[in-house]
């Protein structure tokens, strides 16, 4: 039964095409005709695969609140539509349905082991489809790669990231699914990032972190307090706060963390936010850390003599008693044979 459907809509098709090569003026060849009515209706189905997905569109995205499941479905309804399309050419010049069949199995079984790849890859993408760790137009960071932008596109096959740096990073979601991707804004944007430093031991430690928090409060996209904000189980206080970290070698370790509006902009408001807290320390009793080094000498030392000319640079003595240096010295010198002596 299947055979005689096609046989009839073959000869239906074929009628079709001698048909048209009666209406055209001279002798075209009905080769001709059948290659021209396949491309007519070749761009009549991408037409029509454009109409559907414009149609469709408002309707899968009513039905679907995610844009990249809302991509992938109406690429598929494009896709189908073109190959419906493709099928009616193919039997217009003659290539039955069986024919196609046999040759994309002959093609897939040669080229398989080049397809591997990309077979891999689309499954992967169904799983970051699936399991949503991230959406189009969040904002993630590649953690071993340090690539941080936004979510431009997710399809089957990859996902398309807009850097921070203006520029378009294409992830395979091969790749992308066995890495580990932070994501800043899945459900809330506000982030919350800390900024390290040390203070003198003679420094006034109370004074320093009330100062370290005003500042941060005075920065522009910091938040600088309210309720509580909610982690999970854990609820962290939304002004900034600055907390001792360890007492180390050279100072006292301070953590300052505070909250911002928007996860972009974490370079700028970093900045900002010690910049601020140099200003308020320079009005106080706080000085910075840095590494200190304290020579001591003892009676296990030896002694040193040293002596300053004109220049400013500090010689020893033997030096300054002879400007030629010892290669130029008259006299061999004699290392002392006592050893308190030397």
Not at 168 to 178: A, D, K, W
């Amino acid at each position: 039964m299947r055979g005689v459907l096609q046989a009839n809509e073959s000869a239906t098709q074929s009628a079709t095409a001698e048909r048209i090569q009666e209406t055209l003026p001279g002798d075209v060849p009905l080769d001709v005709v059948e290659v021209a009515l396949a491309l007519v209706v070749l761009a009549i189905g991408w037409y029509l695969s454009k109409l559907a997905v414009r149609l469709a569109g408002r309707t899968v995205a009513r039905r679907i609140e995610r844009p990249s499941v809302t991509r992938t479905a109406l690429r598929g309804i494009r896709l189908t539509v073109l190959i419906w399309a493709g099928t009616v050419a193919a039997g217009i010049i003659g290539v039955g349905s069986t024919q196609i069949l046999l040759s994309v199995t002959v093609i897939s079984a040669v080229i398989a082991i080049v397809l591997a790849p990309l077979v891999g890859s689309l499954i992967n993408g169904l799983y970051v489809l699936a399991d949503r760790p991230y959406e189009i137009g969040d904002m993630i960071e590649v953690t071993d790669a340090g690539h941080r932008g936004f979510v431009e596109d997710i399809t089957i096959r990859y996902t398309k990231i807009f850097t921070l740096q203006n520029s378009f990073i294409v992830i395979p979601n091969s790749e992308i699914h066995s890495r580990d991707v932070i994501n800043y804004s899945a459900e809330d944007e506000r982030t919350r990032i800390s900024v390290g430093f040390e203070i003198t031991y003679e420094s006034d430690l109370e004074a320093a972190c009330r100062a370290a928090e005003r500042a941060a409060r005075g920065v522009d996209d910091v938040i600088s307090g309210g309720p509580d904000i909610r982690i999970g189980s854990a609820r962290y206080a939304a002004a900034p706060s600055c907390m001792i970290r360890e007492y180390a070698d050279h100072g006292i370790a301070l953590d300052l963390y505070f909250w911002m509006k928007h996860p972009y902009k974490q370079a700028v408001v970093r900045s900002a936010v010690q910049r601020a807290i140099g200003e308020r320390f320079a009005d106080l009793d706080v000085e910075f850390a840095y590494p200190h080094r304290h020579h001591v000498f003892d009676e296990t030392s030896g002694v040193a003599r040293l002596a300053v000319d004109d220049s400013g640079f500090k010689r020893s003595a033997a030096e300054t008693a002879d400007p030629a240096g010892p290669s130029q010295s008259s006299e061999p010198s004699e290392s002392p044979a006592d050893p308190a002596d030397q």
